[in-house]
């Protein structure tokens, strides 16, 4: 199966190609959304559409980096416009087989993969929209 691969700072990822509607660069600023999670970037305008970016670095948990993000994965989820922030995209890569991820179970990661020798962290499109869903709709501290 073909998936996006890219990266958030040196980590590697992958969508299925499926999943992802277009990789766009990032507009210079977000619009803010008043009382959003940390994890939101924010709002932007793509073609007359309002899509929600999140941040793919605060949304796994992972530590703060000193690589900007580069560019705007935008997943294919219908009616729902959404962005996820990372550092760069590689490319499209055949993925042949995903095996369980070690260590505790997270919803938005489907398994890890080996590509070129390297693994690559194959995240799942629902899981994703799940935890997304969940972060927004969370009481806020």
Excluded at 38 to 46: P, Q
Excluded at 124 to 129: A, Q, R, T
Aim: aromatic fraction near 2%.
């Amino acid at each position: 199966m073909r998936h996006v691969i890219f990266r958030v700072e040196k980590e590697r990822y992958g969508l299925p190609l499926a999943a992802v509607r277009e990789v766009v660069v990032p507009p210079e600023r977000f619009s803010r959304v008043p009382r959003a999670p940390e994890a939101v970037a924010g709002v932007m305008n793509l073609r007359g559409r309002v899509v929600t970016v999140v941040e793919l670095r605060q949304l796994l948990g992972l530590p703060d980096g000193s690589t900007p993000p580069a560019r705007v994965v935008l997943l294919d989820r219908g009616r729902r416009d959404l962005g996820l922030l990372v550092t760069d995209v590689d490319g499209i890569e055949e993925v042949e087989r995903v095996g369980s991820a070690p260590g505790k179970a997270v919803p938005a990661v489907r398994g890890v993969a080996r590509l070129k020798g390297l693994a690559v962290t194959v995240l799942d499109p629902e899981g994703l929209d799940s935890a997304v869903v969940g972060l927004i709709t969370a009481p806020q501290k």
